[in-house]
């Protein structure tokens, strides 16, 4: 596609519910990032794949989050059983090579309550 | 580890008047060094970038910025803006040839007609 593609835009959930924010990347782009930035914050970094591997996950805050690039294009953001510090907006980025020029989609604002 | 500062969270000038947006990393290691712009509604775009070579790096849209090594700064600045530079900037840094990026907090600049 032209851009790097997220949705939904905008998703509320109740707190315990589990969520699944998705990410269509650039066509062609080999790397994918999930990043996450509360309000008042810059983007913080969540995870990394290369193609369909998980290269980084270290930015994951715990295990109800997960992530999955299973054929090395859409990527899936899993959290499990909300709560409400999980509350931000959800950043998904592509590179058509790992450190080269990265674009950002829209975001994904999610709220839970 | 890396940090970017951002101090200035709020910025408001006067329409065709300079700005200059501050920028400090701390990093004990070599960096790359960026500076993106948020429009409402829209995902994070690049304005500009330092690997190496000349310290003074030009961007889109007018904007240019200037890396000091001695200061570990990375001012974002343009000689006169417009009513469309309305939005939020954030600096970023990532260790030389590497894909992770850390994001300042971001500095609105408000202008003002």
């Known amino acids: 596609g032209a851009g790097v593609s997220q949705s939904p835009r905008y998703k509320v959930t109740k707190r315990g519910q589990d969520v699944a924010l998705r990410c269509d990347p650039i066509?062609?782009?080999?790397?994918l990032y999930w990043y996450r930035q509360a309000l008042g914050q810059g983007p913080e970094f969540l995870t990394y794949?290369?193609?369909?591997?998980?290269?980084?996950k270290s930015g994951l805050p715990n295990d109800r989050f997960s992530a999955e690039r299973p054929e090395g294009s859409i990527s899936t953001l899993t959290i499990q059983r909300t709560e409400q510090r999980d509350s931000a907006m959800y950043r998904c980025?592509?590179?058509?090579?790992?450190?080269?020029?990265?674009?950002f989609g829209q975001g994904t604002r999610l709220t839970v309550v | 580890a890396q940090s970017v500062t951002q101090l200035d969270s709020q910025v408001p000038v006067f329409e065709e008047a300079p700005v200059e947006l501050r920028c400090n990393y701390s990093?004990?290691?070599?960096?790359?060094l960026f500076w993106y712009v948020q429009y409402p509604n829209q995902g994070l775009q690049l304005l500009l970038k330092?690997?190496?070579?000349?310290?003074l790096v030009k961007g889109i849209n007018g904007f240019e910025a200037e890396f000091n090594k001695s200061q570990t700064s990375f001012h974002l600045r343009k000689p006169s803006v417009h009513i469309s530079d309305t939005a939020e900037y954030f600096c970023?840094?990532?260790?030389?040839?590497?894909?992770?990026?850390?994001f300042g907090t971001g500095t609105r600049l408000k202008v003002l007609a």
């Open positions: 980025a592509s590179s058509p090579q790992e450190a080269e020029r990265t674009f």
């Open positions: 066509s062609g782009h080999v790397s």
């Open positions: 794949f290369n193609y369909e591997a998980q290269q980084d």
């Open positions: 990093s004990s290691v070599s960096v790359y």
């Open positions: 330092y690997l190496s070579g000349s310290t």
């Open positions: 970023a840094v990532s260790l030389s040839g590497t894909y992770k990026y850390i």
